[in-house]
C-alpha cells in the first residue's frame, strides 16, 4: 500500500469532519512526493545498471601499429618493388593498408592506405593513387587531387633495413 | 466438527431438516453444495457438471453467439471449441476477425503488398535461423564459405535470404509510396505510418547489419564507409561510431555487436513494432482510396478476410516462393575473397541498392559540400515523418496536391539516384 493510499484511508475512516480541499491537497502532495523519490530512485538503479553495460560495450582502443620500437615492417612490398621512379604498390604493416612508391623525382615516400574520405583503402594504379569507393584521386604527394576525399592521405616515414622496409610515424599528427 | 460448527462456516451451508433425521449430528452427509467446494478435491466425488465449473465464475459461460457459432456440443470440435472459449473470453476477437472485410477496387494490388513483405519477413526468419546452425561468428567468412561450399543446398538457402531481403526492401518501398499516393497517411492513421516508417527503418538496419556479416571485402568497406559517415555526424556521430565498430576500425569486434544486433535485437524490435503496425491495421480496417469512399454503399464491393481474401493471397505467396527459388538459382548470391583490412578496396565497389541514393550523394557532394549532401539525404526520411501532420485535410485539397507533387519528385530522385548509382 503507498503512502498515498495510506492518508486517503486515515481519511476515510477517521470519520473527522475535515476541509476536504485542503486534504486533497494533502494527498497530492504525499503521492507526488512518493512518485519523485520511486522515479529517482528507479533512475538510480538504471543508471547502476547501464554504467557497466556501457563500459561493456564501449569501444576497445586499437592496437598501436608500430609497437614498442617506434616502427612497423612493411608487408607485400619489397625495396626492390619500388626501386625505379614512379613505382609503387600496396602493403600492409600492423593491421592497417599503405602505400609506398618513389616519386618520378626518386623520392621514397609511404602513406596510410585509408581514404580521408569515407574509410576505404585507396589503391596505387601506375600514375596516381585511386579509391574504387567514390572515385577519390590522390597524387604522388598523397593530396587530394580529384573527387570527395577532403585531406591529403596520412603519411608515413619510411626508410629500408637490412633489406626491408619500415615504416613510421612522422612528426605530423597521426590520423584516422 | 459439529454440526454447529458447520453452520458457523458460511462456506458450508447445511440444508434445512437434514440433521434431524441423523441421530448422531457428526454423521450429517455433507449437501452436495458443499461436496463442490471442498479444497481437496480428491475426497469428493466429481458431479457430472464439475469440470465446467471454474472458481472463478467469469470463466463459466460462453457468449450464446459463440454458442450458435461453434460444432455441435457433442462433437470433439464442438467440446474443444467450447472448453477453449470458456477459458479465454476472446470470442468477440473470433468474431471481429470473422466479420473483417476487404475493401475490393481496382486499385486492390496495392494494398497487398504490405502482406508480400509480410511473406518476406517469414522467409527471412526461416533462412535466418537456418542460416545460424553453421554460422560462426568468430570465422565469419568461411563458415560462410563452408555453408556455400559444403552444406548440402546451403548456398540456396544463403540466396534466398538475400533475395528475400532486398525483395522486402523493395515491397517496403512500393508499399511507402503507395500508401503515400492513396494518402492513407492522414488522419485518423497517422500512427499506422509512423509505425510503418519505423519498420522500413528497422528493415533498412537489418540489411545493413546482416551485410557485415559473412566478412567479404565488400561487406567490410560497405560498413567501414557507412559508419564513417554515421562518425561525421555532428554531436553524437563520433559516440555512436565508436559504439557500433567497438573500436577505431571495423574489426571481427564490429561482428560482435553486429551479429547479436542482426540476429536477436533488431527482429524483437521489428516483430514488436510490426504487432502495433497490425493491431493499428485492425482497428481502424483498412484505408479505402477516395474514388472507393466516394460509391454509394450498395456499389461497395468486399471481400471476407477469412477466408477469401487469404485464400486470394495464397498464390501471391506461392509464385513469391518461386520467384525467390528461382532468383536465387540463376543469380546466386557470391561471396567475395575474405575482407582484408589492408588491401585496397575492390574495384567497382558498391552497396546495395537501397542505399545507393547517399552512395551516390556521397559521390556528388565532395570535400566540405559533404555534410549538405548527408543532411539532404537524412532529410528524406524527415519528410516522411512529417507528411501526416502537413497534408491532414479531405481529398481535392491544395496541400493534398501539394503533397502529391513533392511525392512524385521524390519517387524519381530516389529512382533516378538509384539507376545512376547503380550504371555510374
Ligand atoms: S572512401 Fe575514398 S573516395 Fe570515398
Redesign the interface.
Known amino acids: 500500500m503507498t503512502d498515498a493510499d495510506k492518508a486517503g484511508e486515515v481519511r476515510r475512516s477517521s470519520g473527522v469532519a475535515q476541509n476536504e480541499v485542503g486534504g486533497r491537497q494533502g494527498v497530492d502532495r504525499g503521492r507526488r512526493r512518493f512518485l519523485w523519490v520511486t522515479g529517482g530512485l528507479g533512475l538510480a538503479w538504471l543508471g547502476l545498471a547501464a554504467y557497466p553495460i556501457y563500459r561493456y560495450l564501449a569501444p576497445r582502443p586499437a592496437p598501436d601499429p608500430f609497437g614498442e620500437e617506434g616502427r612497423a615492417l612493411v608487408k607485400k612490398v619489397s625495396p626492390a618493388d619500388v626501386a625505379a621512379p614512379g613505382s609503387g604498390a600496396n602493403g600492409s604493416y600492423g593491421q592497417r593498408g599503405c602505400i609506398v612508391l618513389r616519386t618520378p623525382e626518386g623520392e621514397l615516400r609511404a602513406f596510410d592506405s585509408k581514404c580521408t574520405h569515407a574509410g576505404c583503402n585507396v589503391n596505387f594504379a601506375g600514375d596516381r593513387i585511386f579509391c574504387h569507393c567514390h572515385g577519390g584521386m590522390y597524387d604522388f604527394g598523397g593530396k587530394n587531387v580529384a573527387g570527395p576525399p577532403p585531406r591529403p592521405l596520412t603519411p608515413l616515414r619510411v626508410f629500408e633495413e637490412n633489406g626491408v622496409l619500415y615504416v613510421a610515424p612522422t612528426d605530423r599528427k597521426q590520423e584516422g | 466438527m459439529t454440526v454447529d460448527d458447520t453452520r458457523r462456516d458460511p462456506g458450508i451451508p447445511v440444508a434445512a431438516g437434514r440433521e434431524e433425521r441423523s441421530p448422531d449430528p457428526r454423521f450429517v452427509p455433507i449437501p452436495p453444495e458443499a461436496e463442490e467446494r471442498s479444497s481437496d478435491p480428491r475426497f469428493v466425488p466429481i458431479p457430472p457438471e464439475a469440470e465446467e465449473r471454474f472458481s472463478d465464475s467469469r470463466f463459466v459461460t460462453i457468449p450464446p453467439e459463440a454458442e450458435e457459432a461453434l460444432p455441435p456440443a457433442d462433437t470433439v470440435t464442438g467440446k474443444l471449441g467450447r472448453a477453449f472459449f470458456r477459458r479465454l473470453p476472446v470470442w468477440p476477437l473470433v468474431e471481429f476477425l470473422s466479420k473483417k472485410k476487404v475493401p475490393r477496387h481496382r486499385h486492390s494490388f496495392w494494398y497487398t503488398i504490405g502482406s508480400m513483405a509480410l511473406f518476406f519477413l517469414v522467409v527471412q526468419i526461416v533462412t535466418g535461423v537456418l542460416l545460424m546452425v553453421y554460422y560462426s561468428p568468430s570465422q565469419p567468412w568461411s563458415s560462410v564459405q563452408r555453408i556455400v561450399m559444403e552444406i548440402p543446398f546451403g548456398g540456396l538457402l544463403r540466396s534466398i535470404h538475400h533475395w528475400s531481403a532486398n525483395l522486402m526492401l523493395l515491397a517496403l518501398f512500393v508499399h511507402l509510396f503507395s500508401t503515400f499516393f492513396m494518402k492513407a497517411y492522414r488522419p485518423p492513421r497517422e500512427l499506422t505510418w509512423l509505425t510503418g516508417l519505423a519498420l522500413l527503418g528497422t528493415t533498412m538496419f537489418l540489411g545493413f547489419s546482416g551485410y557485415l556479416l559473412p566478412w567479404d571485402d565488400l561487406s567490410f ?1 560497405a560498413t ?2 557507412g559508419i ?2 554515421l562518425e561525421k555526424m555532428p554531436l553524437l556521430g563520433t559516440w555512436i561510431a ?2 557500433a ?5 571495423v ?1 571481427v ?1 564490429t561482428i560482435g ?1 553486429f551479429y547479436p544486433l542482426h540476429v536477436v535485437v533488431l527482429p524483437l524490435l521489428l516483430l514488436a513494432v510490426l504487432s502495433v503496425h497490425l493491431f493499428f491495421v485492425q482497428v481502424q480496417g483498412v484505408s479505402e482510396p477516395d474514388s472507393f469512399r466516394a460509391l454509394p454503399p450498395e456499389q461497395k464491393r468486399y471481400h471476407r478476410f477469412f477466408s477469401e481474401y487469404l485464400v486470394n493471397e495464397i498464390p501471391i505467396w506461392m509464385a513469391l516462393a518461386a520467384l525467390l527459388v528461382a532468383l536465387s538459382a540463376l543469380f546466386p548470391r557470391v561471396l567475395a575473397p575474405e575482407a ?10 558498391k552497396p546495395e541498392w537501397y542505399f545507393m541514393v547517399p ?1 551516390q550523394m ?2 556528388l ?4 559540400l ?1 555534410l549538405l549532401g548527408m543532411a539532404l539525404t537524412g532529410l528524406i526520411p524527415v519528410l516522411f515523418l512529417v507528411v501526416p501532420f502537413v497534408d491532414r485535410s479531405v481529398p481535392a485539397d491544395r496541400r493534398g496536391r501539394v503533397a502529391t507533387r513533392v511525392g512524385v519528385a521524390f519517387l524519381v530522385y530516389l529512382v533516378a539516384m538509384t539507376v545512376w548509382g547503380m550504371v555510374s
Open positions: 568497406f567501414r564507409v564513417s559517415e565508436g559504439l565498430r567497438g573500436g577505431p576500425d574489426t569486434d555487436r582484408d583490412p589492408a588491401a585496397a578496396a575492390p574495384e567497382g565497389i552512395f556521397l559521390k557532394f565532395p570535400g566540405s559533404e
